[in-house]
Nanobody, 123 residues
Framework: QVQLVESGGGLVQAGGSLRLSCAVS????????VGWFRQAPGKEREFVAA????????YYADSVKGRFTISRDNAKNTVYLQMNSLKPEDTAVYYC????????????????WGQGTQVTVSS
């Protein structure tokens, strides 16, 4: 059974930092992609960042480029999202997801999803 469990969300002031974690279990394929998405109230789910489990250059949404960093620890089966210089517009529920393919931006390309973790940035 595939499970993705996010943690690390919370309340932070604008300009602050948070690190989200996504613990992945039950995946048997080595070429999958792990992505982070977010969804604010009343808005569609949007792509944030993605990384191949096997390595390579990560991919970021323009809105977070230079502020967020996605990384992985293969030994711990965990993917991280380091978020710096947070803005109020970053407030959303953040979801971790996994895909068998490299099609990082489209939510429909992902096969598995976590339950989400709330990130709130106050001004």
């Amino acid at each position: 059974q595939v499970q993705l469990v996010e943690s690390g969300g919370g309340l932070v002031q604008a300009g602050g930092s948070l690190r989200l974690s996504c613990a992945v279990s039950g995946l048997s394929f080595r070429s999958h992609t792990v992505g982070w998405f977010r969804q604010a109230p009343g808005k569609e789910r949007e792509f944030v960042a993605a990384i191949r489990w096997s390595g390579g250059t990560p991919y970021y949404a323009d809105s977070v480029k230079g502020r967020f960093t996605i990384s992985r620890d293969n030994a711990k089966n965990t993917v991280y999202l380091q978020m710096n210089s947070l803005k109020p517009e970053d407030t959303a529920v953040y979801y971790c997801s996994a895909s068998r393919a490299w099609s990082p931006v489209a939510p429909s390309a992902y096969d598995y999803w976590g339950q989400g973790t709330q990130v709130t940035v106050s001004s």
